[in-house]
């Protein structure tokens, strides 16, 4: 259980876009793979996750299943937020992602790899400054 603990306080982190508790839980050689990056390094990885909070708002998680054997989670989730790309209408985004993660004996998050499963573009359109 300890890594789907640790696994569910770096979910907790990244929907709060807190990147000083993602960065304590990630190790030095972590590596994150998705369908946008393929990046190795803490520097890297702390770079990859600001460019998406860069360009994202309200972000919320909802933790669908969960599976652990030794030192994997696999957890299918369903990731809601909002883009901000543009500067008057923004875009709400429902992303069903399966994510795997390692852990190093330490319990560090050695490294993540983020499946895109189903994507809904969208869904709805929300003024500026509304958080629905």
Request: glycine share 4%; charged share 25%; hydrophobic share 40%.
């Amino acid at each position: 259980m300890r890594w789907t603990d640790t696994a569910k306080k770096f979910l907790g982190a990244f929907a709060s876009k807190d990147v000083t508790a993602i960065e304590k839980l990630l190790d030095e050689d972590v590596r994150l793979i998705n369908w946008s990056c393929d990046v190795k390094g803490i520097e890297d990885t702390i770079n990859a996750i600001e460019n998406f909070f860069d360009f994202v708002k309200n972000i919320k998680i909802h933790i669908m299943n969960t599976a652990y054997h030794n030192k994997y989670v696999c957890m299918e989730l369903e990731v809601t937020y909002t883009t901000t790309f543009t500067e008057s209408r923004n875009k709400a985004v429902v992303a069903n992602v399966a994510y795997i993660m390692e852990f190093t004996d330490w319990g560090r998050v050695k490294s993540m790899r983020v499946y895109n499963m189903h994507f809904r573009h969208n869904i709805t359109e929300v003024e500026d400054g509304d958080t629905n």
